[in-house]
């Protein structure tokens, strides 16, 4: 290959080259900020259920306060007074309940025993909750306030609970468990997210023994859906593995179903003493992040194409303006001049003032020799 091939080629390849590495790294760069988006969005959600969860909870536990300091409540709680309360309280915690998910309004004497459950007025006084009622056993004894999630008999609730005392000293406690459908349908609103609550079925059977069971279809694994602002879009991205990983971090995950990309978002809940129970899984289809990505590897393709096709057109033209063609013409003038012939196109080369420019004024220098010694080889012949 002469040089005429080789140098064009060479400049080419290392243009190309420099497009590609180019182009590979302004992709890098684009894809970096978008899983970077990706991830802030992700834990962004994480922060919204997890202040979610602590706002339901300082809310349940001012419902308990607020019905806790009522004089009234006191002097009937003191009197073990059941039908006082029932009549005071039942109509309220019916309208609650209905507008604002509150599941759970309980009464509760020292240690841990239900003394009135406004949700089941037919269930009679004095069971003793205290294996699985932690929050409350804390709060008579310690005769403070204290807000949570746990199990009851009732299900899974964000509760708060209150002492109940008067000038006599303490009575026992009052407690208000709220659903967790605000959360979810509050986040759903603001940010586009399916949300659900998966808790431990083995030990939601064992505790929540007055909760109706669920449809078998709702159990992942180990794990029931209490909840779930859409089942289906859940049901497609939950898995039995992912909800064994529930303990005490939030999981965040990119997942692709059927070619379309999801954002997931695992918050483990625990209960009053901390064990894992559950988790809130929060998913939406990041296929806007997909599209951005796409279309970001197209420009970047076509912008390296475009600067490849460019940098080979000028690589040829310059490199025709001012070596190959004169570089051609310099090497046919030599011939010319290696055969005795005069050197008829010097002239436009040795204005030149490169290497090449050089080189005419030197074959200029010796083409009188070279052609005195043409014409003196047919004498000595």
Same mark, same amino acid.
């Given at each position: ?106 009464f509760h004497l020292p240690p841990a025993s ?122 497609? +991205?939950?898995? $039995?593995? =992912?909800?064994? @990983?529930?303990?005490?971090?939030? !999981? /965040?995950?990119?997942? *692709?179903?059927?070619? &379309? ?39 970047? +393709?076509?912008? $390296?194409? =475009?600067?490849? @096709?460019?940098?080979?057109?000028? !690589? /040829?033209?310059?490199? *025709?303006?001012?070596? &190959?063609r004169r570089l051609s013409a310099l090497v ?50």
């Open positions: 290959m002469n040089i005429k091939l080789k140098a064009p080629l060479i400049l080419i390849a290392v243009g190309w080259l420099t497009s590609g590495i180019a182009a590979y790294s302004s992709f890098s760069s684009t894809r970096h900020i978008i899983d970077s988006a990706q991830q802030r969005e992700l834990k962004a959600i994480a922060l919204l259920i997890q202040t979610a969860l602590i706002e339901q909870a300082s809310e349940a536990e001012a419902l308990a306060a607020l019905v806790a300091s009522l004089p009234a409540v006191q002097a009937a709680f003191r009197a073990r007074d059941r039908e006082a309360l029932f009549q005071w309280l039942v109509p309220a915690f019916l309208k609650q309940r209905d507008q604002f998910g509150v599941l759970i309004s309980q239900l003394f009135l459950n406004l949700d089941d007025v037919t269930e009679q006084p004095g069971e003793d909750q205290s294996d699985f009622r932690e929050m409350v056993l804390m709060g008579n004894r310690h005769h403070q306030p204290q807000k949570g999630i746990e199990l009851g008999q009732g299900g899974l609730s964000i509760r708060g609970l209150y002492p109940v005392k008067d000038a006599e000293g303490p009575i026992g406690s009052f407690e208000v468990g709220l659903s967790f459908h605000t959360v979810l349908e509050e986040t759903k609103q603001s940010t586009g997210f399916e949300l659900g609550v998966f808790v431990d079925d083995k030990r939601l059977t064992a505790i929540a023994t007055h909760l109706p069971r669920h449809d078998a279809e709702r159990l992942v694994g180990g794990f029931l859906n209490l909840e779930a602002t859409n089942w289906q879009v859940l049901r497609s +991205l939950v898995s $039995a593995d =992912l909800l064994s @990983g529930a303990a005490n971090d939030v !999981v /965040l995950k990119l997942l *692709n179903v059927g070619g &379309i990309d999801y954002g997931l978002v695992m918050v483990p809940l625990q209960d009053f003493k901390e064990h894992p129970i559950g988790a809130i899984v929060a998913t939406r289809s990041f296929e806007m992040f997909q599209s951005q990505t796409k279309r970001a590897l197209v420009s970047t +393709l076509a912008f $390296a194409f =475009l600067q490849m @096709g460019l940098l080979t057109g000028a !690589v /040829l033209i310059v490199q *025709n303006a001012l070596f &190959i046919e003038q030599t011939a010319l001049l290696a055969q005795g012939e005069p050197a008829t196109d010097l002239a436009e080369l040795v204005t030149g003032r490169d290497e090449i420019g050089t080189m005419a004024q030197h074959l200029v220098a010796l083409a009188p020799s070279s052609a005195a010694q043409a014409r003196e080889k047919p004498a000595d012949a």
